[in-house]
């Protein structure tokens, strides 16, 4: 592991790889600021000053239904992170910490989410959130991907909350805390690197997803950006300016989030507590 | 302060039970160091006082009060658990006054008692550090402090002092039983180390198998132990036995020949005994005659000023005996090794201690 050698090797591959998974991505942003004409005829060529063109920008920022879609995306993505963190460290919290009757089939059932996909259950989701009068609002999404993004939460939270020395519980149960006020001022703080974790994992998808989206809110103002990029793709003419341009701009926001939660990414903050 | 009155306590895990039949009194002010090997329930009783741990059976009351069914927090006791147990996320000053803050104290009397205990405990420098910068030694000064800041009836101490490393754990060591003086405290002291058991305690109970074998001061349990078990365990290197049965005038050892010495009234010629006795009262000595016995030398321990000499006695049984200052002895030899009559122990074949 630690010959020189294969440090290269090692390098060289996530370098390939990394080039690999940005080269899409540089394509739409390079090509996001080009004439539609340069765009077809030199896509790989970066923008120079004869072909730069910013019609596309011109024409998401002057669609005001863009703003909502934005907007929308943002709420749904920031609800469903909210939530699933929420509703995921008091679950795994309770599944780790406390005994009770069903507590491996209740965390076995929970893990059974991280297996099956929850598009297979697309049909009765429909179903359910037309019975509950949701179609066309963003509760529905939130709903949706707290569900979706539960397990996975509970699964990775249970591992961290497991490693949080019991010491610290009993003390704070010594210094005479609700079961509430360990949860959220001893328990939380501690397990905030993987929550972050959990919260980068929630986030992208989510940000990214167009099926539930399609399903659940396809219209009313409610579409997400992903579904309002939709607009510019026509059957017979695509405005590839405004297309490029709106997915330039939908990652920044994800890259934001993503930045302030990296942040928290940080090993060894139980350091201190034990020994 | 409060005395605490354990009675009958019992607690199983399952069909395991792990405490039988406890009965102890901690006096109000006094030091009781629990002592024992590992798995002998030592920290499941102290764990059943603080009431992190439900009991079975009995009763347990601190200051006159049943706290059977309480919550730690209700019982008026304050833990110092062997990991420290610091909040990592806050400040020394926070971690210290966590407590009292839950409780709905004034900030002020928070600020003011944290600073009383820090001046106490000499933290007033590190009350804005964060427990991972702290030194082992410091963090375990601090969850020291967030006891006294509770001002609790009875502190329970559950090894404080193994993860520290020996030059500390003198230090740590004096400074507790400062802190008993001074506090007037009543401690209730988990360890397996029985140095800090023999220096720190007003009363030592030795327990092993879920059971106290002896209860009393530390001089008596050393001097007069009650069984093969406290005999054995307390004293290092621990007290020499040697397996005889009684026979008229003394015990007979086999090969080892006979010990003369009084045997209680009511011990029954032929009965199997063990003699018992420790290693500083044993002296190396050429001759024959009296308490002395044929031996070889296994193994010299030279520790500076004393020694420990490792025998091998006719009959094959070890023995250990000390030496002091400069000896010639060396592995291989042939010697005779003295016993002090007066400090002999006599054990019946069930392990209780005879006349």
Known sequence: MRKPLSAFAVHAILGLYTLLALFPIVLVVMNSFKARRAIFNTPLHPPSPANFDPVGYARVFGDSSLAFYYLNSITVTAGAIILTLLFGAMAAWALTEYKFRWNTLLALFLSIGIMVPIRLGSVAIIQLVAELNLINTLTALILVYTAQNLPLAIFILSEFIAQIPKDLREAARCDGLSEYNIFFHVILPLIRPAMATVAVFTMIPVWNDLWFPLLLAPAGGRQTITLGVQQFLGQYITDWNAVLAALSTAIVPVLLLYVIFSRQLIRGLTSGAVK | ?355
């Open chain 2, 1 to 355: 302060m409060a005395e605490v009155v354990i009675g009958k306590l019992s607690k199983s895990f399952g069909a395991v039970e792990v405490l039988k039949d406890i009965d102890l009194a901690v006096e109000d002010g006094s030091f009781v160091v629990l002592v024992g090997p590992s798995g002998c329930g030592k920290s499941t009783l102290l764990r059943s006082i603080a009431g992190l741990e439900p009991v079975t059976g009995g009763s347990i009351s601190i200051g006159g009060r049943e706290v059977n069914g309480l919550a730690p927090a209700q019982r008026g006791i304050a833990m110092v658990f062997q990991s420290y147990a610091l909040y990592p996320h806050m400040d020394v000053a926070a971690n210290m006054g966590f407590g009292l803050k839950f409780a709905g104290a004034p900030k002020a009397e928070i600020a003011a008692r944290v600073q009383e205990a820090a001046r106490i405990l000499q933290l007033e420098p590190l009350l804005k550090r964060r427990p991972r910068e702290l030194s082992g030694g410091q963090r375990q000064r601090v969850a020291i402090g967030r006891a006294i800041v509770r001002k609790p009836q009875v502190f329970l101490f559950d090894e404080p002092l193994s993860n520290l490393d020996a030059a500390l754990r003198v230090n740590t060591r004096v400074e507790i039983a400062r802190l008993h003086k001074m506090l007037a405290a009543t401690i209730v002291y988990v360890t397996h180390d029985q140095v800090e058991a023999m220096t720190l305690a007003d009363k030592i109970v030795v327990m092993n198998h879920g059971r106290i074998e002896q209860q009393g001061k530390p001089l008596d349990l050393y001097y007069r132990p009650a069984n093969l078990f406290v005999a054995g365990f307390i004293g290092s290197p621990a007290m020499n036995f040697l397996k005889g049965e009684a026979v008229a005038g003394g015990v007979g050892l086999g090969a080892d020949g006979l010990i003369s010495l009084p045997l209680p009234p009511g011990t029954a010629p032929g009965a199997h005994v063990t003699l018992g006795i420790r290693p500083e009262h044993m002296r190396i000595a050429a001759g024959e005659g009296g308490l002395r016995l044929p031996a070889t030398v296994d193994l010299v321990e030279r520790l500076g000023e004393t020694g420990f000499v490792h025998l091998r006695l006719a009959s094959g049984a070890v023995a250990i005996a000390e030496i002091r200052g400069e000896t010639g002895l060396k592995t291989g030899d042939r010697t005779h090794v003295a016993l002090d009559p007066a400090r002999l122990h006599l054990f019946g074949a069930d392990g209780r201690r005879l006349g």
